[in-house]
């Protein structure tokens, strides 16, 4: 095998190169025909794209939607949603609608701590380790003041930094940890920018081979950047759902019992929560795997893996909030970068980082409220046939009226990709094997 560097070939060259050495000589053509229509026409805007990440080939599409109707702290909101799920969106509309005439989504910001360590072996005792801290942390304070300067105007900036003897988990590891406060941007970079910087500086005051520095990183594990949203109601008032509102509060109260007690099920219920958030994070260019990452790691802080919502009853009310970690940023990286996440920003009405993390919890809380609703009531595959069908339909190229046809007769109805392209056949009068 010959090793081959292809970031410093033109994005064409690369593009040649894959489909040369990677596509089967049939299939090229259509390959690079399709390619070529998610094409960004646009010079301008293809060159920022391209140069998001590496080796970059192509560009991949997927739909931008809005859910509508939200009432967040009494603002009404039309949330920015990029995601391929069927839905997803739908069910995040209702949910809103819904509570909107029940007095919509209270959202708060609990906390905005972000979190770094550099992760560190001491070899001598930890009288010593101590002593050579103190002895370095005001430089350590000093050089992150200047590296955070811009970040410090905007009333960010280093909250605490502290040594934290860890021998109780590996003999002679112990952690220097810094929390910070990154205003508006998610921060990562700058955090990581001040480990390193602080890393260099406990080398250059303590060149010895009885400290050995592993590495500097933030985490993604943040149970101090916190927000939560409730909605609630009389139960009597849970009207307009299949089932009567007191029989609706009894199952839903026993839908998050099980979620509770049940890892099965409280990963699904946790995965639909991030259905919502995900797509609101894709849409405004943050980035949604350290929100996975934390709000995972968030379920299960207790050693046991838990849904990241909660519902009471008492006094016949019934009362639904998520708590839930979400780091993100409104300027910055891809949101400032991307435009299509500034004009997510902008359907937004430009909000700032604590708005918008108001807006993903009230968001999530929307989306489990309807994925319940629905698994408690109808079943969720009713909701997700119309536009899985269509799927199945725009797959094997149906014509308009065919999908007319094939809509209408299965409507409301279990449905296979088998059992379409039967249909289909017996329509277009010819053998399934010729679709
Ligand atoms: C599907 O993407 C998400 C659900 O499974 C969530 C849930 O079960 O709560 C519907």
Redesign the pocket.
């Known amino acids: 095998m010959k090793k081959i560097n292809i970031q410093n070939l033109s994005k064409q060259e690369r593009l040649k190169w894959v489909i040369d050495n990677y596509i089967a000589a049939p299939n090229q053509e259509h390959v690079k025909k399709i390619i070529n229509l998610y094409e960004i026409k646009n010079a301008d805007i293809s060159s920022i794209q391209e140069q998001f990440i590496e080796n970059t080939i192509a560009n991949f599409s997927l739909p931008f939607a809005v859910a509508t109707n939200f009432v967040i702290n009494d603002k009404n909101y039309c949330i920015p949603m990029v995601i391929e ?1 069927s839905s ?1 969106v739908a069910a995040a509309s209702n949910s809103a609608k819904f509570w909107m005439h029940r007095g919509g989504f209270k959202s708060k910001v609990i906390s905005k701590e972000k979190i770094g360590h550099i992760h560190l072996f001491y070899y001598g005792s930890t009288d010593n380790i101590k002593s050579i801290f103190e002895y370095i942390k005001e430089d350590i304070i000093k050089a992150i003041d200047i590296i955070s300067h811009n970040m410090k105007k905007r009333n960010g900036g280093l909250r605490s930094i502290k040594l934290i003897n860890k021998e109780q988990l590996i003999a002679n590891y112990y952690q220097i940890e810094m929390t910070f406060d990154t205003a508006d941007s998610m921060g990562a970079n700058l955090i990581n920018t001040c480990l390193e910087e602080a890393a260099k500086i406990i080398k250059s005051k303590h060149d010895k081979d009885d400290l050995q520095i592993i590495m500097c990183i933030l985490s993604n594990y943040n149970p101090n950047c916190i927000v939560k949203s409730e909605v609630s109601c009389e139960i009597k008032d849970l009207k307009g759902i299949t089932l009567d509102p007191f029989k609706f509060a009894d199952k839903f109260k026993k839908a998050i019992d099980i979620a509770e007690n049940e890892i099965y099920r409280a990963v ?2 946790n ?2 929560i991030l ?1 919502g958030i995900d797509a609101l994070m894709i849409a405004t260019g943050n980035d949604f795997r350290a929100v996975e990452a934390a709000a995972h790691s968030y379920a299960c802080r207790d050693k046991h893996y838990k849904p990241l919502t909660k519902l009471s009853l008492e006094d016949d009310i019934f009362s639904f909030q998520i708590e839930i970690p979400i780091c993100l940023g409104t300027v910055g990286g891809l949101t400032s970068l991307h435009p299509m996440a500034k004009i997510a920003l902008e359907i937004l009405q430009n909000p700032n980082s604590d708005t918008l993390m108001e807006i993903a919890a009230a968001l999530g809380l929307a989306q ?1 409220f309807a ?2 609703s629905s ?1 408690i009531t109808t079943g ?1 595959q009713k909701g997700h046939m119309k536009l899985h069908i269509n799927n199945i339909l725009n797959k094997i190229n149906a014509s308009e009226k065919e999908k007319k046809i094939l809509s209408d007769m299965f409507r409301n109805k279990p449905i296979s990709y088998s059992q379409i392209i039967n249909k289909l056949s017996e329509i277009r009068n010819i053998n399934k094997e010729n679709l």
């Open positions: 799920e997803v699904t219920h995965k639909g259905n489990n994925a319940i698994l969720i």
